[in-house]
Nanobody, 124 residues
Framework: QVQLVESGGGSVQSGGSLTLSCAVS????????MGWFRQGPGKEREGVAS???????IYAASVKGRFTISRDNAKNTLYLQMNSLKPEETAMYYC??????????????????WGQGTQVTVSS
C-alpha cells in the first residue's frame, strides 16, 4: 500500500522559513521522481518543485532561489526547505510521486500518488 505522509507545516511570519517532509512507503522510492505542489484558498493547484531519481531538480519561477527540494533515499523521505516565505504562499502543500523511472515534472496530472497535505500559513 502506497503512503505519502507530509509533515512540517505550520504558521510562520512573512520572511520566515519552514521545512516540509514527506515520508514515503509502499514504493521503491529510489525509482520515483517526486514533486511538491500547493493549493491556496481560491487558487488552482500549482507545482512548486520536483526532483528526479538522479536528484536533478526543477522549480517554479516564483520559488526559485528561495525553496530547495531534496531527498534522502536511505530514509525514503522527500523534503522542501522554504525560505523567505510570503503571505501569498499560504496554502496546503502536497507531495506526490510519479510512476517508476518517469522524469521530474511540475504538472500535477503526471503524478500517480499523493499525500494528504500539510498546511502552511504565512502571516504578514
Amino acid at each position: 500500500q502506497v503512503q505519502l505522509v507530509e509533515s512540517g507545516g505550520g504558521s510562520v511570519q512573512s520572511g520566515g522559513s519552514l521545512t516540509l517532509s514527506c515520508a514515503v512507503s509502499g514504493v521503491f522510492f529510489t525509482t520515483r521522481a517526486m514533486g511538491w505542489f500547493r493549493q491556496g484558498p481560491g487558487k488552482e493547484r500549482e507545482g512548486v518543485a520536483s526532483i528526479d531519481r538522479y536528484e536533478s531538480t526543477i522549480y517554479a519561477a516564483s520559488v526559485k532561489g528561495r525553496f530547495t527540494i531534496s531527498r534522502d533515499n536511505a530514509k525514503n523521505t522527500l523534503y522542501l526547505q522554504m525560505n523567505s516565505l510570503k503571505p501569498e504562499e499560504t496554502a496546503m502543500y502536497y507531495c506526490a510521486a510519479r510512476l517508476p523511472y518517469a522524469a521530474y515534472s511540475l504538472e500535477g496530472r503526471k503524478y500517480e500518488q499523493w499525500g494528504q497535505g500539510t498546511q502552511v500559513t504565512v502571516s504578514s
